[in-house]
């Protein structure tokens, strides 16, 4: 089963080509990826005119790269998968476009992937996991625990009511004044800092849901800052280092709940999985293994390519969903926003039009 994958959800504009072996097993055949980081970068974050300009641009040539670098032709393909949604809905029009088109030229059956379940999928194509398992999915756009019971089978058991957590990252460099992604640089700044200096809260601590909250975290660390005005490095690092480990304390307590919440419904879960470009932050990963530990299960990490956005999970899904059957018709609707959990609600307090999905 061979599966072309095109994701343009967010700032990212990707295409790759995936084989799923009849083991159930994958091969990625080719995986391009462009980030859009230098046509955004003067403005501090993702502008979604200018992303949807630039996938435009883009995305014919980076699918003809996949299809090249992967030897094939579209003759051969099974089915074509875009990610239909949730993400800035410009360039999510744009991927899923161009999948129908290659679809109906073609004749090729057409998969519409919810950008979340492609994340969420991604360790069955690294490795041989089993339902069901545990995802922590932390990135710019999202931030949730989901419980994945199977293909198509997500019970979302926390979420965050703000801010996502990587677009706290993000706002955090941006007050200090660093660039833009700000995760990994304020990753960076907080190495050589004080992470005791400033006593920021830990937002949610104990509560008895799995949910997240990060803006009076941000908050907090905003007036700080004004507080000291003018900054000086050794601030800088300080903030940096205090505001981490606020993170880091408030993800490892959501965490475990959010695995006792697993337990109590669908029994122990095979493996704890993060994901997402948060993921890729080495404090945060220390906090995931202790508590993964402590719960006696394993946590499984993507390498940090097909963590953050890209086709080849796209790819994955749909080779998944084609797998039980599941394709869609070419009326399936580009979604702003797609709850992988149909059942799921607005949790109480929840204040962003982004970062819930
Ligand atoms: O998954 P991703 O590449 O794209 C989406 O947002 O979908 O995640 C990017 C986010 C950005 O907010 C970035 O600042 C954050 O992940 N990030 C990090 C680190 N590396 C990337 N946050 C904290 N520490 C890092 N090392
Ligand atoms: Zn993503």
Redesign the pocket.
């Known amino acids: 089963m061979l599966v072309l994958g095109i994701e343009t959800t ?3 504009t990707a295409a790759a080509v995936v084989e799923r072996l009849s083991d159930g097993s994958g091969l990625i055949r080719s995986n391009i990826v462009h980030s859009q980081t230098e046509e955004h970068a003067a403005f501090g974050g993702v502008v979604p005119e200018i992303a949807a300009r630039a996938h435009v641009d883009l995305l014919d040539g980076i699918v003809a790269r996949a299809m090249r670098e992967a030897a094939t032709g579209f003759a051969q393909l099974s089915a074509v998968a875009a990610a239909a949604g949730p993400g800035l809905i410009g360039g999510v029009i744009v991927g899923l476009t161009t999948a129908k088109a290659i679809a109906m030229v073609h004749d090729t059956p057409l998969i519409a992937v919810n950008h979340l379940e492609a994340h969420a999928l991604t360790p069955r194509l690294t490795g041989a996991l089993a339902f069901p398992y545990c995802l922590f999915l ?5 931030t949730q625990i989901v419980a994945v019971i199977g293909v198509g089978n997500y019970v979302r058991l926390g979420t965050t009511v703000d801010d ?4 706290a ?2 706002k955090v ?1 941006k007050m200090l004044g660093l660039p833009y ?4 640089e ?2 960076r700044s907080a190495h050589g800092g004080d992470a005791e200096r400033f006593a920021f809260p830990r937002p949610m601590l104990g509560r008895t849901d799995a949910n997240f909250s990060l803006s009076g975290l941000k908050t907090a660390v905003r007036n700080e800052a004004s507080r000291l005005s003018p900054l000086e490095p050794r601030d800088i690092r300080d903030l940096c280092a205090s505001f981490q480990a606020a993170v880091m304390d408030s993800t490892a307590d959501r965490l475990r709940v959010g695995l006792r919440l697993f337990r109590e419904q669908f029994g122990p879960p095979s493996a704890l999985v993060a994901a ?3 993921a ?3 404090a ?1 990963r220390g906090a995931l293994q202790e508590v993964a530990a402590r719960a006696k299960t394993t946590l499984i990490i993507p390498p940090p390519a097909l ?3 890209n086709g080849a999970m796209v790819a994955w899904a749909g080779a998944e969903r084609l797998a039980q059957g599941l394709t869609d018709t070419m009326d399936a609707p580009p979604r702003a926003r797609w709850l992988l959990d149909a059942a799921a609600t607005t949790p109480v307090g929840f204040s962003n039009t982004r970062a819930g999905f």
Do not use: K, L, R, W
């Open positions: 967010c700032d990212e932390a990135s710019g756009g999202h996502a957590m990587g677009e990252f993000d460099a992604p700000g995760g990994p304020v990753e997402g470009g948060v890729a932050n080495q945060i963590c953050t956005d």
